[in-house]
């Protein structure tokens, strides 16, 4: 049956509001967390003894930040189907003792890059906070989400008649000068843990630690002559991240334990206890092999016949800079899914695992379309090679096109939220096996 234009649509608005709901990594995975409790799936902790049963769905949190969810069909599955994906974008993160007063009328907030970000979307528009806060409450320690739901800050331009040369010449942003919020008119009192401890219900003092960034607070929307486009924050990686999480949800195959990975800090090197630099989906992996009763020896098995989806969106074809892409391989929007690779192994993509992926799309009847890097501009990594170092499987590095990649407001095709859904929901169906020297069965 054939894909209507609504179905795109509807598939669109719901990851735009999905995006809305997550002002930050640790929103984003508290949604996430929400969706699969939805679906039926139990919270295991990492701290506590697993009891793992045929036919059942778990998911396990780290950090708050990152989350690893799976589905075990039977005891006696044959391998590890897995998707990963990240739930942080670049922004600027406040830093503690925020506040800067100038000339007694204006109160700006210090923030320092987290990421590789644009900076030139983030003048000039509503922007808010986001985050989590540690809160003593008796004894505890505990963590809250927060977010100010209204317009809060924003980063000034300066007028083009004190900087002639704007538009001119290419303009070098200084994050320490140029990127600072206007958060008050500088009143002594107007202070962001005052603001906090009001909106938490808090004493300030009970205030123990932040870790908070500014927010995008423009929606999501639908655009184009025909719809074809959307524009909305964060859809690098988040528009993976809710594509794994509804393929999971709706997913089940009799042969495979079915796993999504949602690691944190892919923007900033990966290489934390909640990244997938981190030993957090070998753990997992190796816990529900014990939980299932595997052997040593099993799990090698079951690792050598495991395939790893790692899900990062690239870069389509820009109408105005046609010649920053590869002249032969030419992604659009709308165009269908990625498959990325390239000869420096910042993609893990290899002959055995695009043609094992292009096979599940032909079958599902989803196009998809060649990634790779123009020779002299290089790209940046993702997440496949940097979990590959902890458990090694076959892997193909996919995404979706987009525009603007890592600006505060990036864009992408309509179709393309429902075409990767489906691409994720036929890979949790199939299973894939080795079965011989350079052979591969798949069912």
């Not at 990240?86 to 925020?98: G, L, R, V």
């Not at 003048?123 to 809160?135: K, M, Q, T, W, Y």
């Not at 607070?217 to 924050?233: C, E, L, T």
């Amino acid at each position: 049956m054939e894909t209507t234009q609504m179905q795109y649509e509807k598939a669109t608005e719901d990851l735009c509001t999905f995006i809305e709901n997550s002002p930050s990594c640790y929103h984003a995975v508290a949604n996430a967390a929400s969706m699969l409790e939805r679906a039926g799936f139990c919270e295991l902790r990492e701290s506590e003894q697993w009891k793992v049963e045929a036919g059942g769905k778990y998911f396990v949190l780290r950090n708050g930040s990152a989350l690893i969810a799976f589905s075990v069909p039977d005891k006696h599955y044959g391998g590890f189907n897995i998707i990963s994906n990240h739930s942080d974008s670049p922004t600027f993160k406040i830093k503690e003792h925020a506040e800067i007063q100038v000339e007694n009328h204006y109160t700006t907030l210090n923030v320092e890059g987290y990421g590789g970000m644009l900076c030139a979307p983030w003048f000039d528009r509503p922007l808010s906070i986001a985050g989590r806060v540690l809160v003593r409450e008796g004894k505890k320690v505990v963590t809250k989400l927060l977010y100010f739901d209204r317009d809060v800050l924003n980063i000034v331009n300066l007028a083009i008649h004190m900087n002639r040369q704007a538009n001119k010449e290419g303009a070098g942003y200084r994050i320490q000068k140029d990127m600072l919020p206007i958060f008050s008119d500088g009143e002594k009192d107007a202070t962001l843990s005052r603001m906090i401890a009001e909106e938490l219900g808090v004493g300030e003092k009970d205030i123990l630690g932040t870790d908070l960034f500014l927010v995008n607070r423009m929606k999501g929307s639908i655009w184009g002559d025909k719809r074809q486009f959307y524009s909305a924050p964060k859809i690098d990686d988040l528009q993976c991240a809710y594509a794994s999480l509804r393929a999971i949800a709706e997913g089940e195959n009799p042969h495979r334990v079915l796993v999504s990975a949602i690691f944190d800090n892919e923007e900033v090197g990966s290489g934390t206890k909640q990244g997938a630099l981190s030993d957090f989906l070998c753990n997992v992996l190796l816990r529900i092999n014990d939980a299932c009763g595997r052997t040593a020896e099993e799990r090698f098995i079951l690792q050598s016949n495991s395939f790893m989806v790692s899900a990062d969106n690239g870069h389509a074809i820009h109408p105005n800079y046609p010649d920053k892409g590869d002249p032969t391989n030419r992604p659009y929007l709308n165009g269908g899914v990625l498959i990325k690779s390239a000869a420096n192994q910042k993609y893990t993509t290899d002959a055995v695992s695009e043609a094992v992926f292009k096979e599940i799309l032909e079958r599902a009847e989803i196009p998809c379309q060649i990634f790779t890097n123009h020779s002299d501009v290089p790209g940046g990594s993702t997440l496949g090679n940097l979990s590959g170092q902890q458990f090694s499987v076959n892997t193909v590095d996919i995404g979706m096109p987009q525009l603007a990649m890592h600006s505060p407001y990036e864009t992408g095709g309509v179709k393309d939220t429902l075409q990767l859904i489906m691409a994720m929901a036929a890979f949790y169906k199939t299973a894939i096996s080795e079965t011989g020297r350079g052979e591969y069965e798949i069912n």
